[in-house]
Structure formats: structure tokens, C-alpha cells
């Protein structure tokens, strides 16, 4: 395979596991402190929506980027008040706040641009190259030619593990998804620490909308994420909860889009439609073969009601 194709193929991985990163890294919080990340797509449709208008409406980036991670908190934040407060069950409210963000984002897109529906367009994020290491043959311009939210994606994935794995928070926050009532015994607050991990969650989801709005897209469509929400899931599954690891999930994941989009250009005798499902394809086979010994949180959607 020619050298330039191979480049451009993993390039391609990396943009598109960029929003599955984000969405998995918050996915980990929620579950680790107890609470199903099911809702992961509306949070990322809805920071996707605000990332849009609000770039739109002030005419900066970093203020959609912020905005996104709004969007994905408030809508995270209906998950926590839902689970946390009124212990309802973790995965049908998850998917009711998916179903929700479809429906809100779709209402505000037409309120936001009137009755034609015209597309809100905004200027993609540029490409801000590393001075000197993307200079490097191969690496610099694979690794070190990127937008500025990738950039952030996979430096996020080194304090997020130190958190979890060597902070006093993090191992709090991982007891209470092991066993809340110990968590409470010992001096935590396992409803506190959840809500917070939760929103905490949905505001990196967010800025998984973000990437697609912003620095892939350029405009905001109805059900733009498309199921990365899912995929970010079962890369959590499969990275066994473990920042490092479901990176790695979400860069094989991206390789499978990547791959799927290039085979449709072959004019193979094969629906598009089943190509397209490839990734999805991946992802239930991983599943399948490593998911089925993974350890997920002890009390993972288990609600906690004190003692």
C-alpha cells in the first residue's frame, strides 16, 4: 500500500476518533462513580447545537467551544437530577434524554434559523501545526498537524487517568461505584460525588459535539452524531473503563469508519448503507469477544438512598 494512502488513512482515524475520545472519557466518569452513560449521544448532539449558535451569534470559536460544554452539561444535568435524586432506572432515562436532545435540537435548530430551515454555517476550526515537530517525516505531520480540539482530546487522557488511578477524588469517586454505602461509611458523599461526576461527563460529551459541528462539519444537521454516542460506550466497555484503554478502543473504531469511507469509493457490488455499517459491525465483535469479561463498577446502576 502506497505510503501517502497509509498516512491519510490513519489521519483520517484520528480525526474521527476525536469526538469518540471526548465522549468516552466522560462516559468514564459517570460509569465509575455508578451511573449508566447512556446518554452520551444527546449530551454530543446538544453541545453540537450550542457550539454552532453560539459561534454563529458572537462570531468566536472558543465561546462555541464553551457553549458546548454547556450543552452537554445541562443535558446531563436532567440524567443526574433524574437518577441521583429520584432513583429512576439508569438506562431508560438515558435513552429518554437521547430521544429529548433529538427532538430540542431539531425545535431550537428551526427556531434559531425560521420557518426555511436555512443551515446555520460557521468557519471550521484551522489546523495549528506544532512548530519544529511538524516538520518531522511521517509523525509531525500525522500527529502534530491537527485542529486544536484533537490536540485536546489526547492530552486530556493523561490527567484523566492520573485522576482516577492517583488522586484522593478519583479514588473516592471510584468507591463510590464500587460500593457507595462503604463510600458514605468512610466519609463521602457517593450522591454528590455522582451528580458531579455526571455533569462533569456530559460536558466533555459536549465537546465531542463540538468536534463534529466545529472542527468537521462547519453547520449543525438533525442527528449529526449518528451513534457515537454508542460507539464511545462500547469503546468504554471495551477499554474497561480505563482512560488509556478506551483511547485505543476509539482510534480502532475511528480506523473502521476511516476504512469504511474509502471502500465506498471502490464501487464494490455492495449497498453503501452496509458499508456504512461497519464501524457499528466492529464495535458489536469486540464486544462480543472482549466485552463479555469485562468487570463494569460493581454498583453500576445501583441507586443510593443512604443508610
Same mark, same amino acid.
Given at each position: 500500500?502506497?505510503?501517502?494512502?497509509?498516512?491519510?488513512?490513519?489521519?483520517?482515524?484520528?480525526?474521527?476518533?476525536? +469526538?469518540?475520545?471526548?465522549?468516552?472519557?466522560?462516559?468514564?466518569?459517570?460509569?465509575?462513580?455508578?451511573?449508566?452513560?447512556?446518554?452520551?449521544?444527546?449530551?454530543?448532539?446538544?453541545?453540537?447545537?450550542?457550539?454552532?449558535?453560539?459561534?454563529?451569534?458572537? #462570531?468566536?470559536?472558543?465561546?462555541?467551544?464553551?457553549?458546548?460544554?454547556?450543552?452537554?452539561?445541562? *443535558?446531563?444535568?436532567?440524567?443526574?437530577?433524574?437518577?441521583?435524586?429520584?432513583?429512576?432506572?439508569?438506562?431508560?432515562?438515558?435513552?429518554?434524554?437521547?430521544?429529548?436532545?433529538?427532538?430540542?435540537?431539531?425545535?431550537?435548530?428551526?427556531?434559531?434559523?425560521?420557518?426555511?430551515?436555512?443551515?446555520?454555517?460557521?468557519?471550521?476550526?484551522?489546523?495549528?501545526?506544532?512548530?519544529?515537530?511538524?516538520?518531522?517525516?511521517?509523525?509531525?505531520?500525522?500527529?502534530?498537524?491537527? +485542529?486544536?480540539?484533537?490536540?485536546?482530546?489526547?492530552?486530556?487522557?493523561?490527567?484523566?487517568?492520573?485522576?482516577?488511578?492517583?488522586?484522593?477524588?478519583?479514588?473516592?469517586?471510584?468507591?463510590?461505584?464500587?460500593?457507595?454505602?462503604?463510600?458514605?461509611?468512610?466519609?463521602?458523599?457517593?450522591?454528590?460525588?455522582?451528580?458531579?461526576?455526571?455533569?462533569?461527563?456530559?460536558?466533555?460529551?459536549?465537546?465531542? #459535539?463540538?468536534?463534529?459541528?466545529?472542527?468537521?462539519?462547519?453547520?449543525?444537521?438533525?442527528?449529526?452524531?449518528?451513534?457515537?454516542?454508542?460507539?464511545?460506550?462500547?469503546?468504554?466497555?471495551?477499554?474497561?473503563?480505563? +482512560?488509556?484503554?478506551?483511547?485505543?478502543?476509539?482510534?480502532?473504531?475511528?480506523?473502521?469508519?476511516? *476504512?469504511?469511507?474509502?471502500?465506498?469509493?471502490?464501487?464494490?457490488?455492495?449497498?453503501?448503507?452496509?458499508?456504512?455499517?461497519?464501524?457499528?459491525?466492529?464495535?458489536?465483535?469486540?464486544?462480543?469477544?472482549?466485552?463479555?469479561?469485562?468487570? *463494569?463498577?460493581?454498583?453500576? #446502576?445501583?441507586?443510593?438512598?443512604? +443508610?
Amino acid at each position: 500500500m502506497d505510503a501517502n494512502v497509509v498516512l491519510d488513512l490513519l489521519a483520517a482515524s484520528l480525526r474521527i476518533a476525536t +469526538p469518540l475520545i471526548f465522549a468516552a472519557l466522560g462516559g468514564i466518569l459517570s460509569e465509575r462513580s455508578g451511573t449508566f452513560a447512556v446518554g452520551l449521544e444527546g449530551q454530543m448532539l446538544t453541545g453540537a447545537l450550542l457550539a454552532v449558535l453560539a459561534t454563529h451569534a458572537t #462570531g468566536h470559536a472558543a465561546v462555541g467551544v464553551a457553549a458546548s460544554m454547556l450543552g452537554g452539561l445541562l *443535558m446531563a444535568l436532567f440524567v443526574a437530577i433524574a437518577t441521583t435524586r429520584f432513583h429512576t432506572e439508569h438506562m431508560v432515562t438515558g435513552i429518554a434524554s437521547n430521544i429529548l436532545a433529538l427532538g430540542l435540537t431539531s425545535f431550537l435548530l428551526r427556531v434559531a434559523t425560521g420557518t426555511g430551515g436555512t443551515a446555520i454555517r460557521v468557519p471550521l476550526l484551522e489546523v495549528q501545526a506544532i512548530p519544529v515537530l511538524s516538520s518531522l517525516p511521517w509523525v509531525g505531520t500525522l500527529l502534530f498537524r491537527q +485542529p486544536p480540539l484533537t490536540y485536546l482530546a489526547f492530552v486530556l487522557t493523561v490527567p484523566m487517568a492520573v485522576f482516577l488511578l492517583r488522586t484522593r477524588a478519583g479514588l473516592a469517586l471510584r468507591a463510590v461505584g464500587e460500593n457507595p454505602l462503604a463510600a458514605f461509611a468512610a466519609g463521602a458523599q457517593p450522591m454528590r460525588i455522582r451528580m458531579l461526576s455526571i455533569l462533569a461527563g456530559g460536558a466533555l460529551a459536549g465537546l465531542g #459535539g463540538a468536534v463534529l459541528s466545529l472542527q468537521q462539519v462547519g453547520t449543525f444537521t438533525d442527528g449529526m452524531t449518528g451513534g457515537r454516542g454508542y460507539l464511545a460506550l462500547a469503546a468504554i466497555i471495551v477499554g474497561r473503563w480505563m +482512560p488509556l484503554s478506551c483511547v485505543a478502543a476509539c482510534l480502532f473504531f475511528g480506523a473502521a469508519e476511516a *476504512m469504511s469511507l474509502r471502500v465506498q469509493a471502490f464501487s464494490l457490488p455492495v449497498s453503501s448503507y452496509v458499508v456504512q455499517m461497519l464501524p457499528y459491525l466492529a464495535a458489536l465483535a469486540i464486544l462480543a469477544g472482549l466485552g463479555r469479561g469485562a468487570r *463494569m463498577p460493581a454498583a453500576l #446502576g445501583q441507586p443510593f438512598r443512604g +443508610p
